[in-house]
């Protein structure tokens, strides 16, 4: 969800900046939250190590999502076709979910995601080296920022499923909450406002400074030594048996069906909230696009606070209890946003930011425990592929509802939908998560 989050937060920026351009010319033991801001000594090297690498390419990642709508705004004044370089990031995940995710059960999880990183290195090197001999086009800026999407593809599904091969299995809700703390700090905290600092200097240094991040993360990562004895099962199996198998995996395990329909009703509602929340916030509460920013980053810090609190709750008192719980915080923030006060607007954002990463570390960690690794990036990838789907049909929703009804019937519309999971989902979600089949 953090990258829904992301991809919805840069295309509102990208309207912002659109906006301006016309007018002038994002432990094993609870500890405090700045402790967990660096790297646990605590965990298993192999697994500090891919941790140090997803700071690195997340940090770039969020320069380029500030760096991406920027070169956009200045190669045409069309709204359109600067969210369009914005989606065409996020359209393999829709596209190629379940292939991302067979590759990723047939190959050597390090050495594709080192590739992953290597591939987007290239592909960013090249755009900077466009932009420095102004030759940059609206056509190519799509094309480069699909094939970034492709190589997030890889990486991103290789990436979960690596983590059972790294770390013990009572250490999974820290690993995911650390990798989690890492995108959110460096991909929507940190990175956004570098990047707009970095072009105001020249354009072509954030998509330098991204390039340079993914070879430090190809660096890292290819030092990670992990056991993935799923690769000599690979070798017997053709293609589209494993497809098959990945696709009936997801339908027939329980968690991954239970959490994957929990999954895409909540992104409608999620995405269909996020996606206008520029016109709310610059419109209704008349911030200035200088303060959405710092109105972001409230959002952000919420995220790491969520990150940070959900292994003690799972600890405390288990998964469903988490989980259900966090749905129901989400539902009454979204009520508190639909109040159009720049407080509560912001406390609910912080709040609903926070209780979505929550609950997302709980799913994933639950997926890594009820599925063979073998099987993990195949059966993820097609949940994945639904969840961009639903995220696509949210925003289209979203959209509609702030033009046709209100600007606030977005939030109700998302209240009402995790409400509705809180109630209807209870029996089937706790079925699912204490079993664990």
Request: aromatic share 6%; hydrophobic share 55%.
């Amino acid at each position: 969800m953090c990258h829904l989050q992301t991809a919805a937060a840069t295309s509102c920026f990208a309207q912002i900046v659109l906006d301006a351009s016309r007018s002038q010319g994002r432990a094993r033991r609870s500890r405090p939250m700045g402790a967990h801001l660096r790297i646990d000594p605590k965990m298993p090297r192999p697994f500090r190590r891919l941790l140090g690498a997803t700071w690195s390419s997340n940090l770039g990642d969020g320069v380029r999502n500030a760096a991406l709508p920027l070169i956009a705004a200045t190669l045409t004044t069309s709204a359109s076709t600067v969210t369009a370089v914005i989606a065409a990031t996020t359209l393999p995940f829709a596209l190629f979910g379940v292939l991302a995710g067979t590759l990723a059960d047939r190959r050597a999880r390090v050495s594709l995601i080192v590739r992953a990183h290597l591939f987007r290195a290239l592909v960013m090197g090249a755009l900077a080296l466009l932009v420095v001999m102004d030759q940059m086009s609206v056509g190519v800026l799509i094309i480069g920022a699909f094939l970034l999407g492709c190589g997030e593809a890889v990486a991103d599904s290789a990436g979960p499923a690596l983590i059972p091969s790294l770390v013990d299995d009572h250490e999974l809700e820290q690993a995911n909450g650390e990798l989690e703390t890492a995108e959110l700090v460096a991909n929507d905290l940190v990175g956004p406002p570098l990047g707009s600092v970095l072009f105001s200097v020249a354009a072509a240094a954030p998509f330098a400074l991204d390039a340079v991040s993914f070879v430090g993360a190809a660096a890292l990562v290819g030092s990670v030594d992990a056991d993935e004895p799923h690769v000599e099962e690979a070798r017997t199996r053709l293609w589209r048996h494993d497809l098959r198998e990945g696709i009936a995996t997801a339908w027939n395990n329980r968690v991954l069906r239970t959490t994957g329909a929990l999954i895409v009703v909540l992104q409608l509602g999620n995405l269909a909230a996020i996606a206008p929340i520029v016109l709310y916030v610059t419109g209704r509460l008349g911030l200035d696009p200088a303060a959405y920013g710092l109105f972001l980053a409230v959002g952000s810090f919420g995220g790491i606070a969520g990150s940070r609190l959900a292994g003690p709750a799972v600890r405390r008192i288990g998964p469903f209890p988490t989980l259900i719980t966090s749905i129901a915080v989400a539902a009454a923030a979204f009520l508190l946003m639909a109040i159009p006060n720049t407080i509560t607007v912001g406390i609910g954002f912080a709040v609903t930011f926070g209780a979505v990463v929550m609950g997302r570390i709980v799913v994933v960690t639950v997926r890594q425990r009820s599925v063979p690794s073998r099987l993990l990036g195949r059966a993820q990838g097609a949940i994945r592929t639904l969840v961009w789907g639903a995220a696509s049909v949210g925003a289209v929703i979203g959209g509609a509802l702030t033009d046709s009804v209100s600007d606030r019937a977005p939030f109700l519309l998302a209240a009402g939908l995790y409400l509705a999971v809180v109630i209807f989902g209870w029996r089937p979600l706790r079925r699912a998560l204490e079993a664990r089949t």
